[in-house]
């Protein structure tokens, strides 16, 4: 039962990481935005998921982590949870060391006159968003494969 609560729980959240990534590399490619209109949702956005989003990243993993373990028995469902969280991990990583510094300078901008850099930066910010789309979707797409796979086992 605990090994059950454990894989619904991480499925559940790292569902919310993926989703919430998707979503914005869905509805907020900021290519065409002007600059007051960028600075202002980006300020937004920070200030919304800035801290909310790295500790339900660092839950996901462990909880991958943890359902790893308890399949430890099962080299094929062991291995697809060890490779997702280390995908998640990258995504963390990601997030930590070049979207938040961006972040951070990003917050310090007046929307009316943002730096002159202010489109680099916003490239840049976006490359890197979608690289950690893209690791957390694959590891979601693991955990899920994983839990399947060890559902059929288990039938």
Not at 38 to 66: F, K, R, S
């Amino acid at each position: 039962m605990a090994k059950s609560i454990v894989a619904f729980c991480a499925l559940l959240l790292t569902s919310f990481v993926a989703g919430t990534a998707f979503g914005i590399w869905l509805g907020y490619d900021p290519v065409d935005m002007p600059a007051t209109l960028y600075v202002a949702q980006q300020q937004h956005a920070i200030g919304a998921l800035n801290t909310a989003m790295p500790v339900l990243g660092a839950i996901c993993i462990l909880l991958t982590l943890a359902c790893a373990v308890m399949n430890r028995r099962s080299r094929a469902v062991f291995s697809l949870l060890l490779a997702a969280a280390a995908l998640l991990i990258a995504a963390g990583l990601i997030t930590r060391f070049f979207n938040q510094p961006i972040n951070s300078q990003v917050s310090a901008w007046n929307a009316q006159t943002p730096p002159s850099n202010w489109m680099a930066l916003r490239d840049e910010w976006w490359r890197w968003h979608i690289a950690r789309t893209l690791a957390s979707i694959g590891g979601l797409s693991l955990l899920i494969l994983a839990t399947l796979r060890d559902r059929a086992g288990a039938g």
